[in-house]
């Protein structure tokens, strides 16, 4: 069945930069597109970007000069690395497959920046 | 951006009750909207797309309607494992963008 796993470190340092992995299965990343979406506590989502089938990328503007996202179809991966993080980033980060609605969700990993 | 408005921000209501949760574009976005459930702890769950279309294994008292920039999702007979979060998501237009939520409770 389809699934996907996010991973990465809870806890980053303003100013660094956050690297996550989301592990795929029951699916191909050459067959389907892979978003990352980020909530705050108590908040609505935000979509951040988005790996497409293809390998094209496509991100948010509000987020465009501090991210990327990149992916290893060998192993199933797509990464998210976000540079330049602040206290307003902490939130829960999920990636979700999906054309235009997110059928499929990651657990999500909680993301917390703090000195 | 198109921004999402949802209304009411929380709501209260009796088990048996119909409850409707409504959305507001700030442009036409040609019914490419869903819904979304979300429990504490858990990720989102996509209960309703194109406005009307109900997702797989989603319980047949969950609804959507509308069109242009006004849309609603309905909750007939609520039950007690509705209590949740409810969040519209449209994507007619880049970003993709999520209404702030709807937070349902019983009374």
């Known amino acids: 069945q389809v699934q996907l796993k996010e991973s990465g470190p809870g806890l980053v340092q303003p100013s660094e930069t956050l690297s996550l992995t989301c592990t795929v299965s029951?699916?191909?990343?050459?067959?389907?597109?892979v978003s990352w979406v980020r909530q705050p506590s108590g908040k609505g989502p935000e979509w951040m970007g988005r790996?497409?089938?293809?390998?094209?990328?496509a991100y948010n503007s509000a987020l465009k000069s501090r991210l990327s996202i990149s992916r290893d179809t060998s192993k199933n991966q797509v990464f998210l690395k976000m540079n330049s993080l602040q206290t307003d980033d902490t939130g829960t980060y999920y990636c979700?497959?999906?054309?235009?609605?997110?059928?499929?969700w990651g657990q999500g990993t909680l993301v917390t920046v703090s000195s | 951006d198109i921004q999402m408005t949802q209304s009411p921000a929380s709501l209260s209501a009796s088990l048996g009750e119909t409850v409707t949760i409504e959305c507001r574009a700030s442009?036409?976005?040609?019914?490419?909207l869903a819904w979304y459930q979300q429990k504490p702890g858990n990720s989102p769950q996509l209960l309703i797309y194109?406005?009307?279309s109900l997702a797989d294994g989603v319980p047949s008292r969950f609804s959507g309607s509308g069109s242009g920039t006004q849309y609603s999702l309905k909750i007939n007979s609520l039950q007690s494992e509705d209590v949740a979060s409810y969040f519209c998501?449209?994507?007619?237009?880049?970003?993709?963008?999520f209404g702030a939520g709807t937070k349902l409770e019983l009374k």
């Open positions: 979700t497959r999906g054309p235009n609605w997110f059928a499929y």
């Open positions: 029951g699916f191909s990343l050459t067959s389907y597109s």
């Open positions: 790996m497409w089938y293809d390998g094209d990328t």
């Open positions: 442009e036409d976005i040609y019914s490419n």
């Open positions: 194109d406005a009307n």
């Open positions: 998501q449209q994507y007619n237009n880049y970003p993709p963008t």
